[in-house]
């Protein structure tokens, strides 16, 4: 069974956390942290159940095999070493017994305390920092969305133009080009075309304008973004500082061994531990999900115009009828870049200078020369005649 197409992926620039609604993802962050700090009391309460069992499986061995021992012809040193073994564990089965009970009694209790004091709620609205954060975000950031709307439409309404323009310039060349039209018909594209050329020069101006207004608004608006953020991260800071000292402490009390191997087993845990910095944290959330993202503010996009899919059969057909030659070719200039899609293909940047040795086709194609010696097709349109 043939698989489906895969969907191109998602730009990330357009995930960047300036895009209108991406501030979400911060704004969830505090739902994300309590739902974390329950995840990590019922991680824990399990471990204390873990440790109770554990300890009850050691008196229970200690017991039954304590009996057996007593009833055994032993005496002397090797009893109190045997006897010993049962000594140790009963200690040991007390102290997994104290362990279970502080982790429910003191390391669950202190986090359940801490949530009710730093998550409270709203009726109906959720975490209150959620919220806040949220309608924050919005109104710092819907004066930003409605100017980058209209920008988005100055954009379209240009592009727009420029097509029409185009389609224009193709017409007047049609009739140009055409002896059995008058000179009243061809004035009337030309007409056509020099008043879609004003339009297009209107947008152009609209499209700039509404972009200036976008970003002389933009140092505003990243300052509000920005401070509303800040706020976030400190809440989130603390946050952190709190379940840091949290690891510590159900550490303090698991770390009960003073066995070697034991010991390099919990310094290895505790350094992570100790490893844990809240300004490392918040300085990958900024990057990865606040303002150190990478964005691509709006700039001008200007228009370029379709290619014409070159025959080639067609051509070669032409090419064999010895088409005309340019004797020692005309210097054209590239006004856009251009990239080859076949090796017969030239390919070139926007401003290069190369020749052109050979008249354009029907296909709207000529034949060129770049300075590098290399010879080949090129769309027609894509360049003019260098001064």
Excluded at 72 to 100: D, N, V
Excluded at 104 to 121: H, L, Y
Excluded at 152 to 158: F, G, L
Excluded at 186 to 193: E, L, R, S
Aim: glycine share 4%.
């Amino acid at each position: 069974m043939a698989s489906l197409p895969k969907e191109p992926p998602e730009d990330p620039k357009k995930l960047s956390f300036w895009m209108p609604g991406n501030y979400v993802r911060t704004v969830h962050r505090t739902d994300q942290s309590f739902q974390a700090s329950n995840d990590l009391v019922a991680c824990f309460l399990e471990r204390a159940k873990v440790e109770k069992q554990y300890a009850q499986q050691l008196s229970q061995w200690s017991t039954k095999w304590k009996t057996i021992v007593e009833s055994r012809p032993l005496y002397g040193s090797l009893m109190k070493a045997w006897q010993c073994f049962f000594t140790s564990t009963e200690r040991l089965s007390a102290l997994h017994s104290s362990i279970s009970q502080s982790l429910v009694a003191e390391e669950g209790e202190r986090i359940k305390t801490w949530q009710k004091e730093t998550f409270p709620k709203k009726i109906f609205c959720g975490f209150k920092e959620s919220h806040e954060n949220k309608i924050s975000f919005s109104r710092a950031q819907k004066p930003w969305t409605k100017k980058l709307v209209k920008l988005e439409k100055a954009r379209e309404a240009y592009h727009k133009a420029c097509q029409r323009e185009q389609a224009a310039i193709d017409k007047e060349k049609q009739a140009n080009d055409n002896p059995e039209l008058s000179p009243e018909k061809k004035q009337k594209f030309t007409d056509a075309k020099v008043t879609l050329t004003e339009e297009k020069a209107k947008m152009k101006d609209r499209y700039e304008k509404t972009l200036e207004d976008v970003t002389t608004y933009t140092p505003r608006y990243m300052e509000e973004m920005e401070a509303i953020f800040e706020q976030s991260q400190e809440e989130e800071r603390m946050r952190i500082s709190f379940l840091k000292q949290a690891f510590l402490s159900i550490h303090r009390h698991l770390d009960i061994t003073n066995n070697e191997s034991v010991k390099a087993v919990y310094s290895e845990l505790h350094d992570t531990l100790m490893g844990i910095s809240d300004q490392d944290d918040l300085k990958w959330w900024k990057v990865s999900h606040g303002p150190g993202m990478p964005t691509d503010w709006p700039k001008i996009q200007e228009w370029v115009p379709p290619v014409k899919k070159l025959k080639r059969k067609k051509r070669d057909q032409k090419r064999n009828n010895s088409r005309p030659v340019m004797i020692g070719g005309v210097k054209v200039r590239a006004i856009y870049d251009y990239t080859g899609e076949e090796g017969d293909e030239l390919t070139f940047k926007s401003g290069e200078v190369f020749l052109k040795v050979e008249e354009e086709d029907d296909q709207g194609w000529c034949r060129g020369v770049l300075s590098g010696g290399k010879e080949g097709f090129y769309p027609a349109n894509y360049v003019e005649v260098a001064e």
